[in-house]
């Protein structure tokens, strides 16, 4: 029989059972201690944040300026629509409140019934950036159905583009959160995007509001804005030139154009044509584009589509590489004036091509230029004369100052996706004979549009090269300057007596050479022309036409340069699809509204003024005597159509713009007749003097644009109004006259 526990052994486990209590008290104790004391703050903040709802409220981001502060980007209050289904206590309530959203938001039933049935959320966002009319709707029917907190609108931001895709490019858009994706939307996210805000609303242990009112809310503070050197004005002239040109040069891979200040660097304009919509960057502005991605095997799919919008959305005045071709020539002169290879007198012999270390290298005059001067050389753009200046700066200068026009590095522009030529060009080493002859004229390396237009300034600015930039001045929510961009002189390069010298050659260039079609009356334009092959899309046996790029790149006033385009036109199609053809207008169309736009007015030559237009004087009133008188003291002809005595009606208008020495016509009675009505010819390819009869003969008004009244070899490339069309006689007709340039390129090396 066993024995039970001795009184030692009750001792025992009763002091073991005090200390085991003791112990565990003091773990208890312990622990109160250390959330009370210790970890005190740490514990509350859990506990109230189990209590606790808090709802972000994103911060406006700042307004984008254009650099006369018109406001291209701004930023409006929206709302995100939240579902709270936890505070749904009843099917009944959660089916009206999908009768009644559904119809304002426009979304199905069904997608807020499903985000309604997750009862432990308090949080699924049904819709997002909906507008004011829309909020007072909800707002309405929240109240009127007494729905308590199962609907809650988030004040949110969304970003408004005034001009619709005018520079698109450049200002890029955000994405749902209001991050930039691209552009300076991109590049400047973290100055626009500012400091979000909180709501902060109590809850219970069921994670629905307390039955006491406690909200807080924390501001949000909204983003600086910035100020750009962009002027929206000339931006709208770039994009409405360059996408004509792309459409009637039926251009295949896009174009683009810059235009800068030529002494501090500022972009004034940069585009890309086609572009896309700013409101709807995720629509292909082009069915081909689409195309693509359908042709896309389904495990390509993903990273075409991906490619294609990259495509769409990419800025390729900074994003490409091309071969710059004959403008490049200007670097070529700039670098053998400065070092003194050559001069003005210095004769150089063209065959129609040169050969080079056993290679022949065809001029874009496959006949040849014969004997020239340097000048000489340059308006003609003749590759075998720059074949034999490049040999005379050599390998190292030319290299030298390949690097200094900064060539072999990238501008620094405050854009994201600079492109790199770092493996594009030939270093010092590799300008081997073939490799120095190609590189004088253009060809066998690679720059980027910025880079290009950069070095040019420097060629004509006085040597200096600036650094481009696009964003001028960084403003507080107030609209204070908190940050300004000064014009950065990175290095000069040429001696400003180079620079005057070759803003001469250039000019000469535009005024009596290939870049005429550039000319505008009373303005000084310098420029050169360029047509590159892109000898990657060469075929081997060279018998198919190279693929082409066409480019123009000018200044003015010649003689006090202030801005500078450049204009590229990548792979047109057709037969004059040549730099001096179809790029120089686009500069020149730009240009002439350009320069009266900035205050550079026009200084007209003689014979200028004498072809100038002119303004119709106010004849409608007056008897047909008075106004014979009128229009004769003027320098005007007249025709009288219809038998009355007084002019009820005069084409051209009063005060329309319309050439010197034309006639007016004058309707005296209201029935015109078919006297009255005439058809437009069709001018296309004409010569002036042949549009002038066709004009005359048909009973019309001729305004002359382009170099017509300066080239006796210029035809007529466009006309105001269509051919065939009906119009009153006398009406005015803009005819556009294009300076035939012979500049086929050929296959550039046999």
């Known amino acids: 029989m066993s024995k039970g526990p001795t009184r030692k052994m009750v001792v025992k486990m009763t002091v073991l059972m005090v200390l085991l209590v003791f112990v565990a008290f003091g773990t208890v104790l312990g622990q109160l201690v250390n959330i009370q004391f210790i970890n005190g703050d740490y514990y509350q903040e859990k506990a109230i944040n189990q209590q606790l709802r808090t709802s972000t409220i994103n911060a406006a981001r700042g307004t984008i300026y254009d650099c006369n502060m018109k406001a291209m980007v701004t930023s409006g209050t929206v709302w995100t629509v939240v579902l709270s289904p936890a505070d749904i206590d009843s099917d009944e309530k959660l089916n009206k409140i999908a009768d009644g959203l559904a119809p304002i938001l426009g979304i199905d039933r069904a997608v807020i019934m499903e985000k309604g049935q997750n009862k432990k959320s308090q949080f699924q966002i049904i819709a997002r950036k909906v507008e004011k009319p829309v909020f007072d709707a909800i707002s309405t029917f929240v109240v009127d159905n007494d729905i308590g907190n199962a609907v809650v609108m988030i004040e949110d931001s969304k970003r408004y583009y005034s001009y619709g895709d005018l520079g698109a490019s450049i200002i890029g858009f955000t994405g749902t959160d209001n991050q930039g994706l691209q552009g300076i939307e991109a590049a400047y996210d973290n100055v626009l995007q500012g400091v979000p805000g909180k709501v902060v609303v109590a809850k219970n242990a069921y994670q629905t509001d307390m039955p006491f009112d406690y909200e807080t809310q924390i501001e949000p503070q909204d983003g600086s804005s910035l100020v750009l050197t962009i002027d929206?004005?000339?931006?709208?002239?770039?994009?409405?030139?360059?996408?004509?040109?792309?459409?009637?040069?039926?251009?295949?891979?896009?174009?683009?154009?810059?235009?800068?200040n030529v002494k501090t660097g500022e972009i004034l304009a940069m585009a890309t044509e086609p572009d896309y919509d700013l409101t709807k960057p995720f629509e292909l502005y082009d069915p081909s584009l689409q195309s693509i991605i359908d042709a896309a095997s389904e495990e390509d799919k993903e990273k075409t589509t991906t490619d294609v919008f990259n495509y769409q959305w990419s800025n390729k005045a900074i994003?490409?590489?091309?071969?710059?071709?004959?403008?490049?020539?200007?670097?070529?002169?700039?670098?053998?004036?400065?070092?003194?290879?050559?001069?003005?007198?210095?004769?150089?012999?063209?065959?129609?091509?040169?050969?080079?270390g056993g290679i022949r290298i065809n001029c874009a005059k496959t006949t040849g230029h014969g004997s020239l001067d340097f000048w000489g050389a340059l308006q003609k753009s003749c590759n075998p004369s720059f074949m034999q200046i490049g040999e005379r700066?050599?390998?190292?200068?030319?290299?030298?100052?390949?690097?200094?026009?900064?060539?072999?590095?990238?501008?620094?522009?405050?854009?994201?996706?600079?492109?790199?030529?770092?493996?594009?060009?030939?270093?010092?080493?590799?300008?081997?004979?073939?490799?120095?002859?190609?590189?004088?004229?253009?060809?066998?390396f690679k720059v980027t549009p910025i880079q290009m237009i950069t070095a040019f300034c420097a060629a004509v600015n006085g040597g200096n090269l600036m650094e481009p930039y696009i964003v001028s001045k960084v403003l507080d929510s107030e609209g204070n300057i908190i940050e300004s961009t000064q014009p950065t002189v990175r290095r000069q390069v040429i001696s400003a007596e180079t620079s005057a010298e070759l803003c001469k050659m250039l000019e000469s260039v535009v005024s009596i050479s290939g870049g005429r079609n550039a000319y505008i009356p009373g303005y000084r334009v310098g420029g050169k022309t360029g047509t590159s092959q892109k000898q990657d899309k060469w075929n081997e046996d060279h018998t198919a036409r190279p693929y082409r790029i066409a480019s123009f790149c000018g200044f003015a006033p010649a003689d006090d340069p202030q801005i500078a385009m450049l204009v590229l036109l990548d792979e047109p199609h057709g037969d004059n699809a040549n730099g001096g053809a179809i790029a120089a207008p686009v500069l020149r169309e730009v240009f002439e509204d350009a320069l009266p736009h900035l205050g550079i007015q026009p200084v007209y030559s003689e014979s200028e003024l004498e072809n100038a237009d002119t303004s119709a004087p106010a004849l409608v009133g007056l008897t047909t005597s008075q106004a014979q008188t009128k229009l004769t003291q003027s320098g005007f002809k007249t025709k009288i159509i219809g038998s009355g005595d007084t002019v009820l009606k005069q084409v051209p208008s009063q005060y329309s713009t319309m050439p010197r020495g034309g006639t007016v016509v004058l309707y005296t009675s209201s029935d015109t007749g078919q006297e009255g009505d005439v058809v437009v010819p069709d001018f296309a390819s004409m010569t002036l003097s042949q549009a002038n009869a066709a004009a005359v003969g048909a009973g019309l008004n001729v305004r002359i644009t382009g170099i017509g009244l300066e080239s006796t070899d210029a035809y007529c490339s466009k006309q105001s109004i269509a051919a065939d069309t009906t119009v009153l006689r006398g009406t005015v007709i803009e005819l556009e006259f294009l300076h035939k340039v012979d500049e086929n390129v050929g296959n550039l090396i046999e």
Do not use: W
């Open 393 to 444: 700066v050599g390998p190292h200068l030319f290299f030298q100052y390949f690097k200094s026009f900064g060539f072999t590095e990238k501008t620094g522009i405050d854009l994201l996706g600079e492109a790199s030529n770092a493996s594009l060009y030939h270093k010092e080493e590799d300008l081997k004979p073939v490799e120095l002859a190609t590189s004088s004229f253009g060809q066998t």
């Open 319 to 356: 994003t490409d590489t091309y071969e710059p071709g004959s403008v490049f020539k200007t670097f070529t002169s700039a670098m053998a004036l400065e070092e003194k290879k050559v001069s003005a007198s210095d004769t150089f012999f063209c065959p129609g091509y040169q050969i080079v």
């Open 232 to 260: 929206e004005s000339i931006q709208a002239f770039v994009e409405r030139s360059l996408e004509t040109a792309v459409q009637e040069n039926d251009v295949g891979n896009r174009a683009a154009a810059i235009v800068m």
